[in-house]
């Protein structure tokens, strides 16, 4: 069975930094993009952008760029999404999910059960 | 970006009823790059309907998508119990890929 297991939840401070995961299983990781959305506590769903762990290629929805980094180490089957700098506007759950085609252009078909960030101070 | 709005933000049902969601697209997401994500509380979102309408495996075949170029619509016919969430649609035509703001089915 596909299943993507995210890393668990975080609380961090305003300026410190984060990296949280997101491993596949029951498929060809390297062979799928992989989404990352967020959801604000109460709102609702915000695509992010993708990265392709059989490259690292990446595609970063404006809104994000610069702000975080998707990475991908596909030997482990394994995508991650850092923050160098976290504020409390990062506060939020986030959503890894495995694209149903096998090109960029493509709809989620399975989804982590979400990691939950939290910054205060 | 392309902007999805839905309406209505919520809808009021009762089980058996139909349901009549929509999502309107600021330009037209050609040959259908449209999907319809159910989310229930506390739970990430389960894809429903790929390609404008079609269904994904193992999604009841009570809902139904349709629409074309700017205008899409989920169907619920005979709403059950478990059906009572809250439904995105989603355009995967262009980058960024966006998501409608969501319809609350309550």
């Known amino acids: 069975d596909v299943q993507l297991v995210q890393s668990g939840a975080e609380v961090k401070k305003p300026g410190e930094s984060l990296r949280i995961s997101c491993q596949g299983s029951?498929?060809?990781?390297?062979?799928?993009?992989i989404a990352w959305v967020r959801q604000r506590p109460g709102k609702g769903l915000e695509w992010m952008g993708i990265?392709?762990?059989?490259?690292?290629?990446?595609r970063y929805n404006p809104s994000f760029q610069g702000q975080v980094t998707f990475s991908a180490d596909k030997s482990i089957n394994t995508a991650y999404l850092r923050w160098r700098s976290l504020n409390a506007s990062d506060t939020a759950m986030y959503y890894c999910?495995?694209?149903?085609?096998?090109?960029?252009?493509?709809?989620?078909?399975?989804w982590g059960q979400g990691t939950l960030v939290t910054v205060s101070s | 970006e392309i902007v999805l709005t839905q309406s209505p933000g919520t809808l009021s049902l009762s089980p058996g009823e139909r349901a009549t969601l929509s999502c309107r697209a600021s330009e037209s997401v050609t040959s259908g790059f449209l999907a319809w994500y159910q989310q229930k509380p506390g739970q990430a979102p389960r894809l429903l309907i790929y390609?404008?309408?079609s269904r994904t495996p193992g999604i009841p075949d009570r809902f139904s998508g349709s629409g074309s170029g700017s205008v899409f619509t989920l169907t619920i016919n005979t709403l059950e119990p478990e059906d009572f969430a809250v439904y995105y649609c989603q355009q995967y035509k262009t980058s960024p890929q966006t998501f409608g703001q969501g319809t609350k089915v309550e």
């Open positions: 390609s404008g309408s």
């Open positions: 029951g498929y060809s990781f390297a062979n799928y993009w």
């Open positions: 999910a495995r694209h149903r085609y096998r090109t960029a252009w493509s709809p989620s078909d399975y």
């Open positions: 990265v392709y762990p059989g490259d690292s290629d990446t």
